[in-house]
């Protein structure tokens, strides 16, 4: 298992009330980084980090003192508009600034005065994305989503030859990559009518979700240089949640043979906030495979993967269709799942991207693909919950939905727990689907 | 057709000679952007032209006076190791700053004492990238290719039925782009061997080329709105040479159902100038569908595509191995194409691209998939010429390949001329297949 350390005491407090509010997915225990500034201010974006229901100013909290030795140095490359220096720096620089926001943070801490004034409000913040983002790889890691995906296309067949084997991946858009709050208008897209010879251009009328978790590399590796498996955590820097969006129809028609493109480039959304691996080192368990699924290939296998390659991560995917907002009716779920259920491990995805020798660079992202869980009622999109559309749901209000509507907005949350630890929290990915723009 | 204006007079000559030499890709009316440095020098790279054989250092000609207004302000905004300030300058920036590098190195320009001291011989200069790509996305514009590729797959259903109507891409890996020179070691991968249960991590055993141009994007889009095909034009920088190298055999076990991913991801390389759409103008020529294929659905047809949609560009593809290299032999030449075959033109990729709201920005690489002509001996890859290995080349010094051995280098070249303008080429891309790291 990951060494655990004074941050994930789960009996630290912080002098900062909020994050001591059980059900916040903020504690102290958690210290995840993103980059925002205030509301309706004209002022550079910047780094900070959640505590309760505020964010810690990291220049602010360095000018003041807070940080001294290495976590000075790691504080300083957070002066910036993303995180991608500090990413960049490496496992012990992260952890020695987590460990010295622990202590300046705690209730205990000689600085809260001091600090008091580096805080702003989580409800006065808006964000931009945390990182800037080279490349995006999204993968397909979850064996219950590639079921039941491939039963809609193949039902005598659903699961590829290559799935046990390979940690199946592909390229994705990353100029279209944005943080929570994203409204984007229903892309449009050539669709192919059942039985007509031609398609037409038109607005997709299958928009769905995907729930995913992104995945942030911190420190890369050399064009031609593998990351081995023994290596691959020390390269992740955190975790966030990752909405996939998807125009199924746009999908269908134009996927043979290179795989997705503009089914998925209109729009990708994130949560603010990434949760650092150290963070989630309470909530690793033992990654397995089914009884008579192959073992791993043995770049794909290491011990540290079996006692510890998966992660206990809770997720719930609501929907807020306009109806419901302007009734002031609460978001339903839709679903809840697990990333326990991934058949690959954040890890073995790392080690595979670089075995032909690409090279990762700090900031890249990764998808883990729709975490899809074994129940049906565990799916992570619609095209799983509604059987492509055949089986549409009806909601507590009445409304029925086989794919998104104009104005549904789609929430996810993701967070961990155990008898130990508390709840640390990914926070909410928030995305809105409006009206195509026809002309 | 596209506007011709002075600088494509083929009557101009410059004074520097070596740029009159009718066989030389860089006359006057070609002048390409790059970005390089002296070899050996520890010093920045910069933006430079190239004209003969001889690069014009552009920070230097600004400070000794050779542009002012408009060309000045393009000019200034070289003033970085890479293009993409000038890029997004837009069309008529792109096209002052031509005007007057036409004038400043003309046989009749006054300045050409001054300029001597800006000029750094291209065979003293090392190369970087010209731009920083965010995103690459590899198009599939070739039917010659799509069909002989799909017949190795499905003799009997070779294209497949959204071919003729999307200009079919997918996303590539941005971080393995290099420059012309790259030598790379042969990738690892999973492969399954035939009859095979279970595959084995190994070093591809086929290895090949594809030759490709790359399109460079100057302006971009805002996300959610569409590059209507009457605006494309300005959104395209200019063109270079592209070798996708390709593993065909990680390609075959990975590739479904999300298309290629390592089989690509080791390595791309492009040339190092970027000849601009309007050094090209000249070479512009009508596009065509054979008789019986579909019209372009709306959102793809122009007057301008059908006029002037397709480019006269001409390639070949030479093979260098390590025998030829040692015993003094010139490159032969494995193919030649020409890029008037594309069955999509490079302004129907960029309506393409962002009709579903995809925003592209300045900087970002299309590929234009593997030119292959009509003609068998006209493929753009080892993987059409060999029919998949089957039918292995015999080169003239007795060597035989099916896919490229360790040692290989390609070297592919690309140029328009045509009655009425000079020769202008794209400059060559250079790669070099080594060993495998086996450890």
Chains 1, 2 share one sequence.
Request: aromatic residues 8%; negative net charge; charged residues 20%.
């Amino acid at each position: 298992m990951p060494d655990l350390n004074e941050t994930h005491d789960p009996a630290l407090k912080s002098w900062i009330a909020s994050a001591n509010d059980r059900a916040c997915d903020f504690p102290i225990q958690n210290l995840p980084f993103g980059v925002f500034r205030r509301k309706g201010q004209n002022e550079p974006f910047r780094v900070g980090v959640a505590i309760g229901d505020q964010i810690l100013d990291l220049s602010a909290a360095q000018s003041a003192g807070a940080f001294s030795g290495p976590a000075a140095r790691a504080a300083a490359a957070c002066a910036a508009p993303s995180l991608n220096a500090f990413m960049m720096m490496g496992p012990a620089a992260w952890s020695a600034l987590r460990l010295s926001l622990s202590h300046v943070l705690r209730q205990s801490s000689t600085l809260a005065d001091r600090l008091h004034g580096c805080l702003v409000p989580q409800s006065h913040a808006e964000h931009a994305l945390p990182a800037h983002i080279g490349d995006y790889t999204d993968f397909y890691a979850s064996i219950h989503h590639a079921t039941s995906v491939g039963k809609l296309m193949r039902p005598d067949n659903p699961l590829l030859p290559n799935y046990k084997w390979v940690p199946i991946g592909y390229h994705g858009r990353g100029s279209s990559i944005r943080v929570s709050g994203l409204q984007f208008h229903r892309p449009l897209g050539q669709l192919l009518a059942p039985g007509a010879q031609a398609p037409t251009l038109a607005p997709s009328k299958r928009i769905d979700y995907e729930l995913e978790l992104g995945v942030f590399i911190g420190t890369g590796n050399e064009l031609g240089e593998r990351i081995r498996i023994a290596d691959a955590e020390a390269h992740v820097f955190g975790l966030c949640l990752l909405n996939d969006w998807s125009a199924r129809d746009i999908q269908t028609w134009e996927y043979q043979p290179l795989g997705p493109f503009l089914a998925k480039s209109f729009a990708t959304t994130i949560s603010p906030w990434i949760v650092t691996l150290e963070a989630l080192a309470p909530y690793r368990i033992a990654w397995r495979r089914a009884d008579g699924d192959p073992p791993p290939l043995p770049y794909l296998d290491w011990p540290m993967i079996r006692h510890a390659g998966a992660i206990d991560i809770e997720f719930e995917v609501l929907i807020e269709t306009a109806r419901m907002r302007e009734s002031g009716q609460a978001p339903q779920r839709l679903s809840r799942s697990n990333f326990r259920h991934a058949y690959w491990s954040v890890f073995q995805m790392v080690t595979h991207h670089t075995v032909n020798g690409c090279n990762l660079e700090p900031g890249d992202l990764f998808g883990t693909g729709t975490q899809s869980g074994p129940a049906a009622e565990e799916a992570g999109s619609l095209l799983e919950l509604t059987v492509a559309g055949k089986q549409p749901l009806t909601l507590a209000n009445g409304e029925t939905r086989s794919f998104l509507e104009d104005g549904d907005s789609v929430i996810m949350r993701g967070w961990c727990a155990n008898d130990d630890h508390p709840r640390i929290g990914l926070g909410d990915v928030v995305g809105r689907v409006l009206p195509a723009i026809r002309e």
